[in-house]
């Protein structure tokens, strides 16, 4: 090991690296990237099953410094992407009564359901609030008692938390007029999902150093056991992602299959046993539909009967028609790695994110976004 590489190692945080050193240790995980590479010969398909982990690789322009026979792949890490329509439709619904405010995250807004958006309703006169926590919604609900306030609930483990923190505190504050409608996602199921699918080939995931905060790292340990497939939790800077990188090609070349934590600083081997408790208190799991994917046995979170006060679908229905009704967009393919956003016809020419087809162009974590903004990135530390 070289001496920036020992640095680069050596650092609980790459923010503790200056700027050579960030070039130098990049470097050298760079060469030893392409050293086990050649040793190894055969393509390698690696996937990130993070959005943000998504976003920096192609910022820092990383995928162009691999060699020919390993590709980075994205995978299903961006949860407004395998949102359904069929959930936007029910959103937009919601957002056209008279008696309900919606309050969601801004990257909602623009995705597309079957027909239109929740920035049409807006325009429309929909009354739709952007908050920045779920815990905002309280305030919206007690300035509006007479309203039906239902936060838009769309997350994976990172998020689902604080979702469920927003029930136990209007419950606590009792304001009976704050309500949920919820498309939270578990990630461990979408990884059987994917190494149990034929189309899908991955010989190792970058795994989402965000959602591994709350899970731990056991979540994942099947994907080892089961499936003899590498893992490591990974932080977001590009050192981090690189040495992740030569983590996954040394248990390749090895022909070893662990799960290692390459975020150590953030992520503990137990996770966040009280951010699971809150889950489990208001949650159960439940089959849930992924796009691109098809329901996924157990990988959604439903409302326990204890909480069904706050659960908007079983206080008022809203049914909508099921279908995807963006002939051409091959948004679901993209979230399993099959094919590159490039591949698909309306990439670029009918989608782009000023007027997206498909919800991976919308969201900032989505790939077919990153790969419009900097699929051209270079690699260029310390600038």
Request: glycine share 8%.
């Given at each position: 090991?070289?001496?920036?590489?020992?640095?680069?190692?050596?650092?609980?945080?790459?923010?503790?690296?200056t700027?050579?050193?960030?070039?130098?240790?990049?470097?050298?995980?760079?060469?030893?990237?392409?050293?086990?590479?050649?040793?190894?010969?055969?393509?390698?398909r690696?996937?990130?099953?993070?959005?943000?982990?998504?976003?920096?690789?192609?910022?820092?322009?990383?995928?162009?410094?691999?060699?020919?026979?390993?590709?980075?792949?994205?995978?299903?890490?961006?949860?407004?992407?395998?949102?359904?329509?069929?959930?936007?439709?029910?959103?937009?619904?919601?957002?056209?009564?008279?008696?309900?405010?919606?309050?969601?995250?801004?990257?909602?807004?623009?995705?597309?359901?079957?027909?239109?958006?929740?920035?049409?309703?807006?325009?429309?006169?929909?009354?739709?609030?952007?908050?920045?926590?779920?815990?905002?919604?309280?305030?919206?609900?007690?300035?509006?008692?007479?309203?039906?306030?239902?936060?838009?609930?769309?997350?994976?483990?990172t998020?689902?938390?604080?979702?469920?923190?927003?029930?136990?505190?209007?419950?606590?504050?009792?304001?009976?007029?704050?309500?949920?409608?919820?498309?939270?996602?578990?990630?461990?199921?979408?990884?059987?999902?994917?190494?149990?699918?034929?189309?899908?080939?991955?010989?190792?995931?970058?795994?989402?150093?965000?959602?591994?905060?709350?899970?731990?790292?056991?979540?994942?340990?099947?994907?080892?056991?089961?499936?003899h497939?590498?893992?490591?939790?990974?932080?977001?800077?590009?050192?981090?992602?690189?040495?992740?990188?030569?983590?996954?090609?040394?248990?390749?070349?090895?022909?070893?299959?662990?799960?290692?934590?390459?975020?150590?600083?953030?992520?503990?081997?137990?996770?966040?046993?009280?951010a699971?408790?809150?889950?489990?208190?208001?949650?159960?799991?439940?089959?849930?539909?992924?796009?691109?994917?098809g329901?996924?046995?157990?990988?959604?979170?439903?409302?326990?009967?204890?909480?069904?006060?706050?659960?908007?679908?079983?206080?008022?229905?809203?049914?909508?028609?099921?279908?995807?009704?963006?002939?051409?967009?091959?948004?679901?393919?993209?979230?399993?790695?099959?094919?590159?956003?490039?591949?698909c016809?309306?990439?670029?020419?009918?989608?782009?994110?000023?007027?997206?087809?498909?919800?991976?162009?919308?969201?900032?974590?989505?790939?077919?976004?990153?790969?419009?903004?900097?699929?051209?990135?270079?690699?260029?530390?310390g600038?």
């Amino acid at each position: 090991m070289t001496a920036a590489e020992a640095r680069a190692h050596a650092s609980a945080a790459d923010g503790k690296l200056t700027r050579k050193e960030e070039r130098e240790a990049a470097q050298a995980l760079v060469a030893e990237i392409q050293r086990l590479a050649a040793e190894i010969g055969r393509p390698l398909r690696y996937m990130e099953v993070c959005g943000t982990h998504t976003v920096s690789i192609f910022r820092a322009g990383i995928r162009q410094l691999l060699p020919e026979n390993v590709a980075l792949v994205s995978g299903p890490g961006c949860p407004v992407c395998v949102t359904a329509d069929d959930y936007m439709d029910k959103a937009i619904a919601y957002a056209h009564r008279d008696d309900v405010i919606l309050a969601t995250f801004g990257d909602m807004l623009k995705v597309p359901g079957s027909q239109s958006s929740l920035a049409e309703a807006k325009a429309e006169g929909a009354d739709i609030r952007i908050v920045y926590s779920p815990l905002d919604t309280l305030a919206i609900a007690r300035e509006n008692p007479e309203k039906k306030v239902i936060f838009l609930a769309v997350g994976f483990e990172t998020t689902a938390p604080t979702a469920a923190a927003l029930v136990l505190a209007a419950e606590q504050a009792g304001l009976q007029n704050v309500y949920l409608l919820s498309a939270q996602k578990l990630v461990p199921p979408a990884l059987r999902a994917l190494l149990t699918d034929p189309e899908v080939r991955v010989d190792g995931f970058l795994l989402p150093g965000h959602v591994s905060v709350v899970t731990g790292l056991d979540v994942f340990q099947f994907v080892a056991d089961e499936f003899h497939t590498p893992g490591v939790v990974t932080g977001f800077t590009p050192v981090a992602i690189l040495r992740s990188l030569v983590r996954l090609l040394q248990q390749t070349e090895k022909g070893e299959a662990r799960i290692e934590n390459e975020y150590e600083s953030v992520v503990q081997a137990a996770g966040s046993p009280a951010a699971r408790r809150t889950m489990a208190e208001v949650y159960e799991t439940v089959d849930a539909p992924w796009r691109g994917i098809g329901v996924i046995p157990q990988s959604g979170l439903h409302m326990k009967e204890a909480h069904v006060a706050h659960d908007i679908e079983r206080l008022l229905p809203m049914d909508v028609p099921v279908g995807d009704n963006h002939p051409g967009c091959r948004c679901g393919e993209v979230l399993r790695g099959i094919v590159t956003p490039r591949e698909c016809p309306l990439f670029g020419k009918a989608c782009i994110p000023t007027h997206a087809i498909g919800p991976c162009m919308v969201s900032v974590e989505g790939v077919c976004a990153a790969w419009y903004k900097y699929g051209q990135g270079r690699f260029e530390f310390g600038k």
